[in-house]
């Protein structure tokens, strides 16, 4: 049969407890370290994105706040501005308005003269028509 040597089975085991001991501190130990590194790198960086989207998301409400009153503002700006350009253009119209009512008054002052005038003038000069019309009929 087969013949194992008890020193050959000793000297195997002790070989490979000694290159499990070796492996371990070289090879396996830097592999499990450099894993727990890049784990915890990556969870500070998504720890760290996490983060700055968090930090973006109030900026944006910060940003939306500010467009918010920058539009509240220039809309009370131009209401403003409306306002005052309506009153300017409300006193314009109310100054023409006074102004051609001035006009129409001495417009109708001048053309009752001028009709008072005429039936003056009409009436000295009816009995000339009355005079006129006689002989015009009496030549007839």
Do not use: C, H, W
Request: hydrophobic share 40%; charged share 35%; proline share 1%.
């Amino acid at each position: 049969m087969i013949e194992i040597s008890v020193f050959a089975y000793i000297f195997t085991i002790v070989v490979f407890i000694g290159l499990i001991g070796y492996l371990n501190r070289r090879l396996y130990q830097p592999m499990l370290n450099f894993m727990d590194a890049r784990d915890a790198a990556i969870q500070k960086d998504e720890k760290l994105a996490n983060q700055n989207l968090a930090d973006v998301g109030s900026e944006a409400l910060e940003i939306e706040n500010i467009l918010s009153k920058a539009r509240d503002e220039a809309a009370k700006i131009r209401e403003a501005g409306l306002s005052e350009i309506e009153s300017e253009n409300s006193k314009k119209i109310e100054e023409k308005t006074t102004s051609l009512e001035n006009d129409l008054a001495s417009y109708l002052q001048d053309l009752s003269k001028q009709k008072d005038e005429i039936k003056k003038a009409l009436e000295k000069q009816i009995p000339d028509f009355k005079a006129g019309i006689k002989e015009k009929l009496a030549r007839i």
